[in-house]
């Protein structure tokens, strides 16, 4: 096949769109996704100047997505004196997964040059989600875990760097995940938060002042032309999964959507047009009612709609065993 811009060899096929791309018109018209949705959800405020630039903290895991989106902002902001970036790796401690990820991490962030910065569950709580996995005092999953501590660190450490946002990668095929799981849940709550935590462009979202806004510019492009894409580009990325990976809806989910885009090409993107929409709707409904519960956690400080918050509650019981 030939690509239709130049007539060159095609590296890809898009089924969504019909297109054929040679490697430098598919990587262009990644990159111009990228940037049209960076544009869209207006990440860049009017207000950002060189004296008091905007500051973004980019959550680096190591896999394709994360190394994608560090690649490509470095590549359009690095220039930028309006915007600061701050690449933050998080170690959960799991045995021969993470450790390959933040080497991988550390040389992306040292060629592109980026502050760079690791921390880790065993210094911040002491505890590794190997030994969480296995003694598991909840009886749930380890992502039930992982996510809280996760967002936790996340969340604090980009308050900490004085973050006015938070970039990760998830990419279309999570998005649409997400959204399918919140649909066929029945969880109209849970798609106002999505809106209002990571979805919605700036200008609509009304997040609350407690959070460190989040985004994702990466939502428009599908999983596997993130993954062409690192390949061609030949980007330092780690691609083994977890081996506590558990989300087993997700996983239903996943199967489930890849088989309704090859039979129905577009059907991802034009579920998250839907859904944004929807979600959007939900959270001018759910907003006001929020906002009035949250306070500080007892231990921590964390913003929390109880008295001790989530991850203080589960380090707790944890510690107990
Ligand atoms: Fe944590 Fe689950 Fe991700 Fe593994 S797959 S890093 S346990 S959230
Ligand atoms: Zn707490």
Redesign the pocket.
Same mark, same amino acid.
């Given at each position: 096949m030939e690509c239709d811009k130049c007539g060159r060899d095609a590296v890809m096929h898009a089924g969504y769109s019909g297109a054929h791309l040679c490697e430098n018109h598919f990587c262009a018209s990644v990159e111009k996704r990228v940037r049209g949705r960076i544009r869209k959800d207006s990440l860049v405020p009017r207000d950002a100047t060189p004296e008091d630039p905007e500051h973004w903290v980019i959550g680096l895991s190591g896999g394709k997505d994360s190394v994608v989106l560090t690649h490509i902002l470095d590549d359009t902001f690095a220039k930028d004196p309006r915007i600061e970036m701050t690449a933050l790796t998080i170690h959960?401690g799991?045995e021969g997964y993470r450790d390959e990820s933040v080497d991988a991490c550390v040389e992306l962030a040292e060629e592109l040059q980026m502050r760079h910065e690791l921390v880790t569950y065993e210094e911040e709580f002491g505890v590794r989600?190997d030994d969480v996995a296995e003694e598991d005092p909840e009886n749930m999953a380890? /992502?039930a875990y /992982?996510?809280v501590f996760r967002r936790d660190l996340l969340e604090n450490y980009a308050e900490e760097f004085g973050a006015d946002k938070m970039l990760t990668g998830h990419n279309l095929d999570d998005e649409a995940e997400t959204a399918l799981m919140n649909v066929l849940e029945g969880d109209v709550e849970q798609m106002a938060k999505h809106f209002d935590a990571s979805l919605g462009p700036f200008d609509e979202r009304n997040p609350t002042e407690e959070f460190v806004p989040r985004a994702k510019p990466l939502r428009d492009i599908p999983e596997k032309e993130v993954a062409l894409y690192a390949h061609l580009k030949d980007l330092p990325a780690h691609i083994t999964e977890?081996p506590?990976?558990?989300e087993a809806f997700r996983g239903e989910i996943q199967e489930l959507m890849l088989d309704l885009e090859d039979r129905h090409p577009g059907t991802r993107h034009s579920i998250m047009s839907g859904y944004e929409e929807m979600a959007g709707l939900a959270a001018d409904r759910y907003r006001s009612a929020d906002d009035a519960d949250l306070n500080d956690c007892e231990r921590c400080g964390s913003t929390t709609a109880r008295d001790v918050c989530r991850k203080c509650r589960l380090l707790e019981s944890i510690r107990a065993v």
């Open positions: 959960e799991i989600m380890p /992502c /992982c996510g977890c506590h990976a558990s």
